[in-house]
């Protein structure tokens, strides 16, 4: 972290989070999936 | 950060706080040991109630109520860097509720207030308990009353400025108290009181439970935004960054105080007494209150990237490695987060109209509440209080390797805890059962989900022994190496130099809640005395 140059913590700052929007994108997405399944693999059959 | 009489002030609610916790914390095992049915010896249905009573009391109301006092005491003196408002009267509440809890514990310990922490009638305890309980409420108002005003002066003595962030998002939750706590204080006044004292004869229940549907989903709130305050404001920097935008962290205080409020009914799903229009409404307001979830998980992962990519780390996900894990404020929030995920999971599965009755009143229940509860809220406290305790007491921490393992302890023993309670949930596993033994092929299928709790339990306890170690030992350590620094508040990326009224106070969010609270509430209340009803004889005590 001390060897950054200004450049480099400039573009760090202003970067978009893309790891983040990766990490947020699947966690909604297995919520999803997982919702769905319990609502079609365990609720409805069970009538 | 500030004088010795308002550390004091907090070290004093902060250890009423863990008292309690750790009692809790040993009932919680024998709970689960006595409803397997392992210990014969251990099988008592009167004992397991008093037990369950005791311990929801002491994690729901006693540790969180004392906690989210003297966090915000702490919180308020460093941000706004003035003393406490009326010390006398912060003490007055300080004793005031320590009071309730003394007279609270005696019908709860003598099995005379085996009522559960929700309490619902007909079922009724010693009056004691009521009247205890609504003392340890009162001295809560107390320290919302001195948040707000501490809140209020500040703004009038410094016009135009942005109000610090840690205190923004506390004065908003005292706010959210005040309103969360005025539904079950009108159900305990009116009706539970009278009823255990038998000025009345009979209890409304549907009244009973609507007042307390008012307060039992905002309570969920209550506890979580010291949580949530640790992500925005201390979780950042000890990470070595920024937080990503101090704007989107008031934004989701803001909604979680307002759509916290008027959406209780997803809890009365299965109820008689309110019509499914209203049901409804309130399902709808519950999805709501996930997006500030969703946006404080985005900005607290966004804040960790920064720092992870200003540390060294590169690639999609390579900053997570480069993250401090030692640091016990990082760890926890990395831990918090995913348990986050599953107990939200489970949350949306709960408000979910149809679906819930396939869980409805299922062991499915306990364990999502104690996923949210026990692990992402109680985690933060733990990170909470380590990151206090040395600036409190001018003490090094006693062992950061002890906190660090306790922490993970703490993730696994919930994680092993809470999984098998919601697949017993999903078995057909009743809540508020204290034996599981019918020797039927059903409930043999249960016991190995019963022993995996056990375990995790065990796990549990021993991490939460840890932690009071951990605590007692810095206290008391006679050499310890000195800290005097200050409570250091995260930065956010883009300095915030103004900000419109509406991300400024809560002056506007309160009018908005008692529209939300008159149109959600109103009628669904009023209806209990509009048509003739007849009330329930009290049955206990």
Redesign the interface.
């Known amino acids: ?1 001390d060897q ?1 140059s200004e450049e480099d ?1 400039k573009r ?2 202003e ?1 978009s ?4 929007f ?3 994108s699947a ?2 997405g297995g ?1 999803a999936v ?2 769905l399944f ?2 079609y693999g ?2 409805l059959p ?1 009538g | 950060m500030n004088g010795a009489a308002t550390k004091k002030l907090a070290l004093s609610h902060l250890w009423v706080a863990f008292a309690a916790f750790i009692v809790a914390c040993f009932m919680g095992e024998y709970q689960v040991l006595e409803r397997s049915g392992f210990i014969p010896a251990l099988d008592s249905a009167p004992v397991y109630f008093a037990s369950v009573s005791t311990h929801g009391v002491l994690m729901a109301f006693v540790l969180t109520i004392f906690f989210i006092m003297g966090f915000g005491y702490t919180i308020a003196t460093a941000s706004l860097k003035q003393p406490v408002w009326n010390m006398p009267l912060a003490w007055g509440g300080f004793w005031l509720a320590l009071v309730g809890v003394v007279l609270a514990a005696v019908p709860l310990l003598t099995g005379k207030a085996s009522v559960l922490y929700t309490f619902y009638p007909p079922i009724v305890a010693h009056a004691a308990f009521y009247i205890g309980a609504t003392l340890l409420v009162v001295g809560s108002w107390v320290w919302c009353a001195i948040m707000l005003v501490m809140f209020s002066q500040w703004k009038t003595a410094n016009p135009g400025q942005t109000v610090p962030l840690a205190m923004f998002a506390t004065a908003a939750n005292a706010m959210l108290w005040l309103w969360t706590s005025a539904g079950v204080a009108l159900e305990v006044l009116f009706q539970l009181i009278p009823l255990s004292l038998g000025w009345i004869d009979t209890v409304d229940p549907g009244l009973a439970r609507t007042l307390f549907a008012w307060t039992l989903h905002p309570i969920v709130y209550f506890w979580l935004i010291p949580a949530y305050t640790a992500f925005y404001v201390f979780v950042p920097k000890q990470a ?1 960054g ?1 937080l ?1 935008s101090d704007e989107m962290a008031r934004i989701a205080f803001i909604v979680l105080a307002v759509f916290a409020l008027p959406i209780g009914f997803h809890h009365l799903y299965m109820d008689p007494e309110q019509a499914s229009g209203w049901k409804l409404l309130h399902g709808i307001g519950t999805f709501v209150v996930a997006l500030p979830t ?1 946006v404080t ?2 900005t607290v ?2 804040s960790l ?2 720092a992870g ?4 780390g590169k690639g ?2 390579g ?2 490695l480069t993250l401090p894990w030692t640091n016990t404020m990082v760890l926890s929030v990395i831990l918090a987060l995913l348990m986050l ?1 599953f107990g ?2 489970g949350g ?2 709960n408000a ?1 109209y ?2 819930n009755a ?1 869980i409805h009143n299922t062991a499915w229940v306990p364990g999502h509440f104690h996923l949210i509860f026990g692990g992402t809220t109680i985690i933060m406290y733990f990170a909470i209080a380590y990151y206090l305790w040395p600036l409190l007491i001018g003490k090094a921490l006693f062992s950061n390797t002890m906190a660090v393992t306790q922490l993970w302890l703490w993730f696994i023993g919930m994680a092993i805890l809470t999984t098998p309670w919601h697949v017993l949930g ?1 078995l057909g596993q009743p809540r508020r059962i204290s034996s599981v033994v019918y020797n039927n092929l059903l409930t043999l299928a249960w016991k190995p989900y019963e022993f995996m709790m056990i375990f995790g339990g065990l796990i549990l306890l021993g991490s939460a022994c840890l932690f009071i170690y951990n605590l007692v030992k810095t206290q008391l350590n006679p050499t310890p190496e000195a800290v005097a620094g200050e409570i250091e508040f995260a930065e956010p ?1 883009h300095a915030v130099t103004a900000l419109p009224e509406y991300l400024n106070g809560l002056k506007l969010w309160n009018k908005v809640i008692a529209v939300l609270m008159a149109v959600s509430f109103g009628y669904p209340i009023l209806q209990f005395f509009f048509m003739k009803t007849f009330g329930s004889s009290a049955w206990g005590y």
């Open positions: 972290m950054m913590r760090i700052l970067s989070p893309v790891g983040t990766a990490l947020m966690v909604i919520m997982a919702w319990l609502y365990v609720f069970r | 070595g920024y990503f969703l998980g985005f992962i966004a990237e920064i990519r200003l540390r060294g999609l996900f900053w997570i995920i939200g999971f949306i599965v979910s149809a679906m396939m999903l990326i």
